[in-house]
């Protein structure tokens, strides 16, 4: 640049300077950063709603138990696989003398055949594996499904408890400062007051247990489900809903085709296949050898064909056959056995659950109605100075009492009602 523009430039860079801090905002001071983090005004949005329907699905599509008892059958796919191949051939080099002139080169390819049916019956005993493996995946969805009805029926019941013993401590805490307001006037005893006090303050440990209870609850039916317990929102169910008694033929048919009768007559196939396996292994192997021969003395090659068998003189796989029919007949006395202890337990079960339908019937029908009227009138008969304190209590009690015993019936019918579901399976329409 030259000299003598220098002054110019840095009279123009001066003359700009007051424009620049006019065009230029001024800096708000920073606030000081503060200690309370913040928080969107938007709740965290709630789970939605879990139906039984829902829950089912949820179980049958992701469980972890499942998605095992499936590995184990497509593994069983590949033993089925391995199973129907035919033995490798064996290549082998024999060679005769060290020195070039008189030395003899064999090259032998030799291929076992297995003539008496040993890989067609291993295949069979395969396939017998892999079909029960299919039954106990089949097997566990009706166990899963049976613990997710448990599971979320005892959670709606659970629910159903925190519900009664709420209401329970409300009366109580409205019988305790009646009670209070009688003393302070002079119409009763303080006994009755500490009576009412002992009386609320049972009623709250109460609802303390049945929400732990409601807690323990939905932690196994998150574990029955096999998702986080977070993901469980409200329980869109009715406890008092209970499943329809099934029919006599209904039973007996699924009975025929239960899981465990599946497993145990797929087990005797098994042994069976595993029988006529051992019983093809007595006929040896017969191995064909083809091949070559190279003689340097005679200056040519030699083909070379041989077959070689075992001798079964001594080993004829008689133990083996004679383990294999055991095991059979074991399976088919344990098959048998298992039948009688399904249907010992359909029966006890079915029985349960009519009982129980029964009870809640009942309790729903008389025993509730009653008790809450009795209740009702002995705090009106309080109110008006007709009953005493004890009466009313007496008539809480029997209320309170009654409500539990038909919470506990609805959750022995439902307990019932899985373990019938459990041993019978899941209905055809439902697989």
């Known amino acids: 640049m030259p000299k003598f523009l220098v002054p110019l430039y840095s009279a123009a860079l001066l003359s700009l300077l007051p424009l620049a801090a006019r065009a230029v905002p001024q800096a708000q001071p920073a606030s000081p950063p503060s200690s309370t983090p913040t928080t969107s005004s938007t709740p965290p949005a709630s789970p939605p709603s879990l139906s039984l329907n829902a829950a089912i699905e949820r179980a049958l599509s992701s469980h972890p138990r499942l998605r095992a008892a499936t590995f184990e059958v497509e593994a069983a796919d590949g033993a089925v696989q391995q199973a129907a191949l035919p033995p490798n051939p064996s290549l082998g080099v024999e060679q005769e003398d060290t020195r070039r002139e008189t030395r003899t080169l064999t090259v032998l390819l030799s291929q076992p055949l297995e003539i008496g049916g040993q890989r067609a019956a291993r295949t069979a005993l395969a396939r017998r594996g892999r079909d029960l493996s299919q039954a106990e995946l089949d097997a566990l969805r009706a166990e899963l499904r049976a613990d997710v009805v448990q599971a979320y029926f005892a959670a709606l019941v659970a629910q159903e408890r925190v519900s009664a013993a709420d209401e329970s401590l409300r009366i109580a805490g409205g019988g305790a400062a009646a009670t209070a307001r009688r003393v302070a006037a002079g119409k009763l005893s303080p006994v009755d007051e500490t009576r009412a006090r002992v009386a609320e303050a049972t009623a709250r440990i109460e609802l303390r247990q049945a929400q732990a209870d409601r807690l323990a609850a939905r932690h196994a039916l998150a574990a029955s489900v096999g998702i986080d317990e ?115 337990d359909v029966l006890s079960a079915a029985d349960e659950l009519e009982a129980r339908a029964d009870e809640v019937d009942a309790l729903q029908r008389t025993v509730l109605p009653g008790a809450r009227e009795a209740y009702t009138a002995a705090t009106r008969g309080f109110e008006l100075g007709k009953f005493g304190f004890l009466d009313v209590l007496d008539a809480q009690r029997t209320w309170l009492q009654a409500r539990m015993q038909w919470l506990d019936a609805l959750a022995r019918a439902h307990r019932a009602n899985a373990d019938l579901e459990r041993r019978l399976g899941a209905p055809a329409q439902q697989k």
């Not at 033929?249 to 465990?260: E, F, G, I």
């Not at 296949?273 to 340097?296: C, H, M, N």
């Not at 074991?330 to 399904?342: D, F, G, K, N, Y």
């Open 230 to 344: 977070a993901l469980i929102g409200a329980l869109d169910g009715s406890a008092a809903s209970l499943p329809a008694l099934p029919a006599e033929a209904d039973v007996a048919r699924r009975m025929a085709d239960a899981p465990v009768l599946r497993r145990a007559r797929l087990e005797v196939e098994r042994a069976q296949a595993a029988y006529e396996l051992e019983r093809a292994r007595r006929i040896p192997d017969l191995t064909v050898t083809v091949g070559a021969k190279r003689a340097q003395e005679i200056g040519r090659n030699q083909a070379v064909i041989g077959v070689s068998m075992p001798i079964p003189l001594f080993d004829r796989n008689q133990g083996a056959q004679r383990e294999a029919l055991k095991r059979r007949q074991a399976a088919e006395q344990l098959a048998e056995a298992e039948s009688m202890r399904l249907r010992a």
